[in-house]
């Protein structure tokens, strides 16, 4: 039993959307997360809400709310021709996007509890060494939050592979530039293939499994 051209295209555009995914999320999450967890701001629970939907919002609907929007009649999709783009649904930038928003929670939450945890206490002393709240969050925040970040980066990394409902209906199954190994899979099951399905099946569980495996290792190793 070998992996096709196809399923290995899949395969690759997968961990690419992946690493793209929670990098981008790591550095847009971290300014969203520190003000979710030191706010005291109104709005504060309607920002915490729209984080967490992708939790319990099924991936359909949000992936089809997101293909209205990003459509060419859509207002997002409508926007971005109007700066001289075009329509990112069934196309890599689409399926960037969708990730982008339904893995949101995974990697914000992580890094909200930890900087919780700390508190303000680490800048409010640097401040009086006069050092810049900026400073004092690069040279403090960052090293004492690793064990965050390292689980968001797992939690976000992993739950983007195993995406299928919003990358499908964002993206479509198109060879090469849309399909996915979720996407793949489904195709195989659909066409009875169940030994392609059954191995790429397999490769999603054991890098998942893997992963998983570090991140509790590295937990329990904390002090």
């Known amino acids: 039993m070998m992996i096709s051209d196809a399923d290995i295209a899949a395969l690759i555009l997968t961990l690419k959307l992946a690493f793209s995914t929670t990098f981008i999320l790591l550095l847009v999450g971290t300014p969203l997360a520190w003000w979710l967890a030191h706010s005291h701001n109104r709005c504060k629970i309607i920002v915490e809400s729209i984080v967490a939907l992708p939790l319990v ?5 949000l992936g089809f709310y997101l293909l209205i929007s990003l459509g060419k009649n859509g ?28 893995s949101l929670p995974f990697v914000v939450q992580p890094l909200r509890q930890e900087f919780s945890q700390i508190g303000l206490r680490p800048i409010e002393i640097a401040s009086t060494l006069r050092s810049s709240p900026l400073s004092s969050f690069l040279s ?84």
């Open 75 to 102: 207002f997002i999709g409508q926007m971005i021709e109007w700066f001289g783009g075009s329509s990112p649904i069934f196309s890599f930038s689409g399926l960037l996007i969708g990730s982008l928003v339904y």
């Open 140 to 223: 403090l925040i960052l090293p004492m939050s690793k064990g965050g970040y390292i689980t968001a980066a797992v939690l976000g990394f992993a739950h983007t592979m195993g995406e299928f409902g919003v990358v499908l209906m964002i993206g479509g199954n198109i060879p090469g530039e849309t399909r996915l190994v979720s996407i793949a899979i489904y195709d195989h099951v659909e066409s009875l293939n169940y030994s392609q399905a059954h191995l790429m099946s397999v490769i999603l569980l054991i890098l998942s499994f893997v992963m998983m495996v570090m991140l509790h290792t590295y937990n329990n190793r904390r002090p």
């Open 57 to 61: 919002l099924p991936p359909t609907v």
